[in-house]
């Protein structure tokens, strides 16, 4: 079979996309891949110069040793229970406020939907310092409250996400259920919820991300070393003259795993909720 130039033309036009595409990758991906590189070093090939990518000798004893170093599995429970209870607030309050928002008329929705979006713009430094005197006044610093209650309100950013894809959903769906006598709060359940898998999907991953590597927060609000998050617990590799790179790069890598599991497992569901989440405003 004979190709014609017209063919190896168009076989050819993709081909520098799919170069700046591997050479993004290859920059977003190389801060994680010396990370693990420097975590199977020794110290002293880790300050060599010229710098070496990949080790001479893999040092896997870095990480039982990285672990031992500082009480891992405490500071490991606290981030999980910070965060599953975070996800669990979110998926609880986000689809509910979103719910109300898209599809049930009231007058005030478009100006609180107004109100949210706009709150987006208001950086957290701003809002930390007086609500951290509030939760001083209550007396629960030291406590999870102020890092988990919020999250059973909702943020901005997701509710406007399942906003909009609650608002893509046909309208006929929900006057058809009406009409067969479903109830609001039942419409919300036996048909929005089911079908807004991806986006709660979305919210799920973003809540599990902010929260486990949340660093801003805990700092605030934890002074106890037993309450430690894991994102504060790094901290036990500094002291006052040095760092112990390859020991803190090993805990960072064990740290970072249940992100990239957690993501490329629900990675198909995130993209699908994006997608469908910017359908219709």
Not at 23 to 47: E, Q, R, W, Y
Not at 111 to 129: E, F, H
Not at 137 to 149: F, Q
Not at 160 to 169: D, G, K
């Amino acid at each position: 079979m004979k190709y014609t130039s017209a063919y190896y033309k168009k076989r050819l036009k993709p081909i520098p996309l799919y170069l700046l595409i591997l050479c993004l990758c290859l920059i977003f991906i190389s801060p994680f891949l010396v990370m693990v590189t420097t975590a199977l070093k020794t110290n002293g090939d880790a300050f060599e110069l010229p710098v070496r990518l990949f080790p001479r000798k893999l040092i896997w004893s870095n990480f039982p040793e990285a672990l031992e170093k500082i009480p891992f599995a405490r500071y490991m429970m606290n981030s999980i229970f910070i965060t599953a209870m975070s996800i669990i607030g979110q998926l609880i309050a986000t689809p509910l406020v979103a719910y109300s928002l898209a599809k049930i008329k009231w007058k005030g929705a478009p100006i609180i939907s107004s109100l949210i979006m706009g709150s987006m713009m208001i950086p957290y430094t701003v809002t930390m310092i007086p609500l951290y005197k509030i939760w001083s006044a209550l007396g629960l610093t030291n406590t999870y409250i102020p890092l988990i209650a919020p999250t059973f309100f909702g943020s901005p950013f997701y509710i406007i996400i399942m906003r909009q894809f609650f608002a893509a959903l046909p309208n006929s769906l929900m006057e058809a259920a009406k009409i067969d006598g479903a109830g609001e709060f039942r419409r919300y359940i036996s048909i929005a919820l089911p079908l807004s898998k991806p986006a709660l999907t979305t919210v799920g991953i973003y809540a599990f991300i902010n929260a486990w590597s949340d660093y801003l927060a805990p700092l605030i609000y934890i002074n106890k070393t037993e309450k430690l998050t894991l994102s504060l617990g790094l901290q036990g590799f500094l002291n006052q003259y040095s760092v112990d790179w390859t020991h803190l790069m090993a805990a960072a890598t064990v740290f970072v795993i249940p992100v990239v599991i957690f993501f490329l497992f629900f990675q198909r569901n995130f993209v699908e909720g994006i997608a469908t989440s910017g359908i219709k405003g």
